[in-house]
């Protein structure tokens, strides 16, 4: 009897044992596949990276719980500590008989009747269910993420690239054969071998076709796009193996043929490489730097392309000077960055310190971003603009509009005004109280003066509505006063609104100039000088921009001529001038719109009677479509198939037609056809409406 309760034990130690190993693998299997659906958001999802997160889990787990295994020790304590019956003595069942005392033996006899009618449960089934419903839903959640994860827009690997071309039609006579793809080098992908004779790759790629044949072969020619023959070249001399390499620069397709048997057609779609994109955040198109202003102006941009940039930088023209006298100075900024490969995109900010720049007031910077690619490929931005304002020169009006002169005759200029405010600050701590006063108030008097003298030149010739755009002419008071109205609607030279002195512009941009004089005054007359200041410099400001609004700027050319032949001048030789002459040879071609009209009312007729009609106008429609599947794969080489197939059963008679094909072509026609164009047609009026319009005409005429 104990030799069957000893076995019990030890199959109990072996079935836990089993479960304890199970609980684990699915305890690693849950945790591994939530690491995965967090890699699958972050990197290009991979079936290879969730069994990669499996093992070095469970790797993880044997470390760091060595003794994992279920020793006879621990089927012991546990039966001891969950059955009282056997009275702590369960390990006694697994000793030798000869070992036992006469105590023990006894003992033994007793409990082994007891664990025999036990129905021992297991200490795992309960963590059993529960990380086995873990690990189930962590992997449902690890499957939904490989769904809707998207890939990177860097990698163009061979899933991404094969996912919309279709399956592969093969000729009998090939055993194998493969694609070897060498992407050009400024993409930065690896080659690729692929079981495929549709493609899909960058602009550039190199394409190695590799075939085997099971039977000896004379030649294989690879067509391209029906026009262009190219013979593969056998790489044995049994003639089974052949191979061709070829650099593809454009869309198309092709078609095999194996000693007088054609193959299916075959597609080549090309993935062009994109330009640079720039954005710039800041500054804005335009920046006026005034007075006061700090002149670092902060340059933030993002770049980024589809496999990597090389190179970037700032080109900054600065436009000093005015009139005739205009110079520009063109240089190069560097950005502050590191181009690496690889690296997609890049996130730049730096400062343009216009003193570095040796700019001085009243130039103007022009500049633009320029990126370069890994192909070469150059993208430039739009043109930024930042003006730093000359506010230490006089300003006149001559000749600003309509080339008359209407300079003030003798006036204190707004810098005058400006550097004497800066002179009674500087004033303020060593002179009295009512000095300074005195002196802010003389410069709101000057002010007021400077602003009547611009004043003149929209009409102002007093203080009413002086510096204030769009004032009401008429009081609600002179509402039915005749002399009010008439003066509201007369032409005169004296009021604001109606003077005509200048042009619509000139008279706007004055009228700013006199709202911030109007400004300044008041602060100085309410003895704020500081205050003043800001509004006094922007008046300064618009004038500046009113006699230089005229500035523009246009980038430097040059010229190359061709060289001169010292050994040729003075010669007189004339021997190779001749009269130049032009050879067109005009080919009057028929319609494609035409034909492919007349293509589409055949194939109707075919598929309304389900027979081949008989006729060219199928043939002479296989060049258009030919011609646009070459350029459009995808779109129209299924097309391009169905009406081979159709010419086909048209040369050998057949009598049944697939409708499939039919329908293929007549919607690829539809859509090369162009629509007609809409021309305006006299509409032909109904009997009854054109006797009663005679009618009506009649009774008009006399009326």
Sequence with gaps: MPDNV??????????????????????????GSALASIASILLPFNVWLMAAFLIVIIAIIALIKEKWQVSNASVTNYLNQ???????????????SDTLNILEQLQVQKISRQIETLDVKSPYSKALYRIGGMALVALVVTFGMSKISKPSSRSIDAISLQSSVKKDVIL???????????????????????????MQLPVGSKALWQITTNIKVASITITFNDSLKVMMQPSDESHTAWQMVRTITQSGFYQLNIDGKLSDLY???????????????SPKPNTIIDFGQPTKVPLNLTITDDYGIIDAFVNATIASGSGEGVKFKEQKIALATSFKTGQLQYNIGQIIDLKKLAMQPGDELYFYVKAIDNNLQESRSDIFIITLPDTTQLI??????????FKPELFRSERQIIIDAEQLLKDKDTISLESFKNR?????????????????????????NQGIEDAESLDAKDFGDGKAMMDAV??????????????????????????EMWNAELQLRTFKPQEALPFAYKALRLL??????????????????????????????????????????????????????????????????ECIASGSVLAQALPIISNKASTQPTAYLPALTALKQLLLQQQQATKTINKADIIVVQKAIQKILAAPITTPQQQNAMPSKALSTEYFNQLYKHK
């Design 82 to 96: 969950h059955y009282t019956t056997l009275e702590d003595s369960s390990e006694l069942l697994l000793k030798d």
């Design 544 to 609: 500046k921009d009113l006699q230089q609004s005229s500035r523009v700027y246009v980038a430097k050319t040059s010229l190359k001529t061709t060289p001169l032949k010292p050994e040729k001048r003075l010669t007189a030789d004339l021997t190779k001038v001749v009269s130049p002459t032009t050879q067109q040879q005009v080919v009057i071609a028929a319609n494609n719109n035409t034909i492919l009209q007349a293509a589409l009312s055949v194939l109707e007729t075919m598929k309304a009677h």
């Design 490 to 515: 007369t032409d005169k030279h004296d009021n604001a609104e109606d003077a005509s002195f200048l042009d619509a512009d000139t008279k706007k941009r004055l009228k700013a100039v006199l709202n």
């Design 172 to 198: 009998p006579a090939i055993n194998k054969f493969t694609v070897n793809i060498q992407p050009p080098s400024y993409t930065n992908l690896p080659n690729r071998k692929q079981a495929s004779f549709n």
């Design 6 to 31: 000893k076995h019990k034990i030890l199959t109990l130690r072996q079935q836990w044992h089993q479960q304890s190993g199970l609980t684990r693998l699915l305890y690693a299997i849950a945790i």
């Design 440 to 464: 802010s108030n003389n410069l709101g008097v000057d002010q007021k003066l400077l602003r009547l003298r611009y004043g003149k030149f929209l009409g102002e010739e007093n203080e009413s």
């Design 396 to 405: 006149n009006l001559e000749g600003v509009a309509n080339n008359v002169n």
């Design 267 to 281: 597609q080549i779609e090309t993935i062009k490489d994109a330009l640079p994109i720039i954005s710039v955040a």
